[in-house]
């Protein structure tokens, strides 16, 4: 065991892990189907405005309110329209504004931590310090300050998600950092004297690479949420889109009538956040064991 | 022991000054003037000019935090652009029943947490586990609004044993809580699963066992107890998670709570209330924050407080 830990100690870049990586999520059953589900909700992203079996945006005042039926999966909404079609649109919106929230965060988040790692003393600590200023602000809550600064709309809110992600990014990724620089190649790159910004984005950045997917995956599914509850308190998409959150938003006025309509949003909501961890804790246990219990 | 508790509040006493004085921003950062924000639409120069200069607006700007913070200490907030009550009274009468909520949510997610997660680890990898965490895991998916949405349609609109909302009487406390304390419970279940796990393949449990303890003994009266240590830290972090989510339970519950008031200025551009709220529910998540923190060195002998 010692023997292979010291080989990848002075080999970080190897063929086969890619291949080992897949040999072993192939095991974790329940994260295998997590990401497909999750590949089904991106082709539904991509494709979904041209599949869907009703136009979701025209209303049908014949057909106001009505519960499931073969006809329309998910019932009508207010305005007769038919709520499948309009989850399935939603997707687009839904997942875009979780996953460009959470890649930019992470993008900064990573060059923050990077720099933090590998510099260390004074940039350390005053980056460090200032994160401790963020995570002094409960995470919605930030995102709240920040809203009501900005105003209301999906952009402020992927802005909002983004910044309270920096913050966490920046730790986990500094970590890493100081955890790589000490590594035998790094040092052996530094003494044929490669600059400070190629060993940090061409050979600490890759190791810390399977940290970052790991962190990342997790984080999608909390900045949907984030994201579906801002939109469900009116302070992100415009109530009238077929955003998720917003569509939830406006449904709760038809509880005691129509429960499907507050139904079927917030369980796609549940199901993709729920792929997301589950997604995320296979990946953990592959690509980062040390954290596993 | 002394010391250390000293020197871990005066630190925190920077970082304060620090959130205070970006919460005090806050109102400037707003886009457009804030005294022509509080005069309203119609108001003449002259009015503006008077609002100005009432709110220290025309002064240097660390001359304005200083007055700002010299209210604050006073117990002074403001009053509110709205209805012209002043900030302090306005929370006042909504903290009780948000710390009252708080505490329940948190109180029962430790509970059952705890539960859960022994229950998971004492039987691990076999049915109970399973169950465990896949309640767990979906507990942390949640949208804590939908929970709470369903269980009104449940409980309140078919069944008819609860109210929908408010806080008139602890029957107004039930959905919330759970709603509130679910993504906690979970997350607490996982940490105390993995952290007895790893206790379970201690060597002075092994000895216990060979002293021919009963599983309840050794699980209850011996691995649980240093288990619980990383727990602690959990159950501090998830604080803030449990204050960020208390802004949308009461809101679906319409609970009179810190977090319902927090929405309703925003949407109101009520900025004083606003700029309150937010400086004290980040104080609150700070001060919780250093309490787990010197919690946990009393907790853990192994902790040296020297450094």
């Known amino acids: 065991m010692a023997e292979i830990v010291t080989k990848t100690d002075y080999m970080p870049k190897s063929r086969g892990k890619l ?4 040999a072993a999520f192939i095991h974790k059953k329940t994260a295998v189907a997590s990401f497909f589900f999750f590949c089904l909700l991106i082709i539904l992203a991509l494709i979904g405005p041209s599949i869907v079996p009703y136009n979701p945006q025209t209303p049908d005042y014949n057909h106001v309110l009505q519960g499931p039926s073969w006809l329309h999966l998910a019932g009508t909404d207010e305005y007769g329209r038919d709520v499948f079609s309009r989850l399935i649109v939603g997707t687009r919106l839904s997942l875009g504004v979780g996953i460009s929230s959470v890649l930019l965060g992470a993008v900064a988040g990573t060059i923050l931590g990077l720099i933090s790692g590998y510099f260390g003393k004074w940039v350390d600590k005053t980056i460090m310090r200032i994160c401790d200023v963020f995570f002094a602000f409960p995470d919605i809550l930030l995102a709240i300050g920040i809203i009501a600064i900005l105003g209301p709309g999906l952009q402020n809110v992927v802005i909002a998600v983004a910044i309270f992600n920096i913050p966490s990014f920046a730790r986990v990724v500094r970590g890493k950092t100081l955890e790589v620089k000490e590594m035998l190649f790094i040092e052996a790159t530094r003494s044929i004297g490669a600059t400070k910004s190629r060993i940090i984005f061409k050979h600490v950045f890759p190791e810390t690479f399977s940290t970052i997917i790991v962190y990342l995956t997790m984080n999608l599914g909390t900045a949907i949420l984030a994201a579906a509850s801002l939109s469900f308190l009116g302070l992100g998409a415009s109530p009238s889109s077929s955003d998720w959150g917003a569509m939830l938003s406006m449904s709760r006025d038809y509880m005691g009538t129509a429960f499907h309509l507050v139904f079927f949003p917030g369980l796609i909501i549940f199901l993709t956040v729920l792929s997301l961890n589950i997604m995320g804790d296979g990946l953990r246990d592959v690509l980062d064991p040390k954290s596993k219990d | ?27 400037h950062l707003i886009p457009g003037d804030p005294a022509r924000l509080i005069a309203g639409k119609e108001a003449t120069v002259k009015e503006i000019q008077a609002i100005r200069h009432e709110l220290h607006l025309d002064e240097p700007i660390f001359q304005q935090y200083l007055i700002y913070m010299d209210g604050l200490l006073h117990g002074d907030f403001g009053e509110s652009i709205k209805s012209h009550i002043p900030v302090m009274h306005l ?11 708080s505490l329940l949510s948190m109180g029962w997610a430790l509970v059952f947490g705890i539960l859960i997660g022994v229950l998971s680890a004492v039987f691990k990898n076999r049915w109970p586990d399973y169950g465990g965490m896949v309640t767990a895991v979906s507990g942390i998916s949640l949208p804590n609004f939908w929970l709470g949405l369903v269980m009104i349609q449940l409980f309140s609109v078919q069944l008819g044993w609860l109210p929908t909302g408010g806080a008139d009487s602890w029957k107004g406390y039930i959905m919330p809580s759970i709603a509130l304390g679910a993504g906690i419970m979970a997350m607490i279940a996982r940490f105390t699963r993995s952290s007895l796990v790893q206790t379970l393949k201690e060597d002075f449990i092994r000895t216990g066992r060979s002293r021919g303890l009963s599983s309840m003994t050794i699980v209850f009266g011996h691995a649980l107890k240093s288990s619980l240590i990383p727990v602690v830290t959990v159950a501090g972090l998830q604080f803030g998670f449990l204050l960020g989510g208390s802004v949308v339970v009461e809101t679906v519950f319409s609970f009179p709570g810190m977090g319902r008031l927090l929405i ?44």
């Open chain 2, 91 to 101: 929370i006042g009468e909504r903290m009780l029943p948000s710390i009252e909520l």
């Open chain 1, 19 to 22: 291949r080992s990586f897949c």
């Open chain 2, 264 to 307: 309703d200025s925003i949407q109101l551009r009520d900025y004083p209330v606003v700029q309150a709220e937010l400086l004290l529910f980040s104080f609150e998540f700070i001060l919780v924050n250093l309490v787990v923190d010197l919690l946990y060195g009393f907790l853990n002998p192994k902790i040296s407080y020297e450094t």
């Open chain 2, 1 to 27: 022991m002394g010391k250390y508790v000293i020197k871990r509040i005066i630190g925190i006493i920077p970082l304060l000054v620090v959130v205070s004085f970006i919460v005090f921003l806050f109102i």
